[in-house]
């Protein structure tokens, strides 16, 4: 399969709102690969940040 068609791909899958980690099992590439392609998921853009412990005083 060819880069473009590729990109293709991944591009419609991330239409179905899969992330990169999805796409690139589906199709057999690394996930750096595919996020460097469209960016990364919109789910761990919306995620919440992390909480961090602070001792009471």
């Given at each position: 399969?060819?880069?473009q068609e590729l990109l293709d791909q991944v591009?419609?899958?991330r239409g179905?709102?899969?992330t990169p980690k999805e796409i690139a099992r589906a199709l057999g590439?690394?996930?750096s690969k595919?996020?460097?392609?469209?960016?990364p998921?919109?789910?761990?853009?919306?995620a919440p940040a992390r909480r961090?412990?602070?001792?009471a005083g």
């Open positions: 399969m060819s880069n591009r419609r899958r179905e709102g899969k590439v690394p996930p595919v996020t460097r392609w469209c960016g998921s919109p789910r761990s853009a919306t961090t412990w602070r001792a």
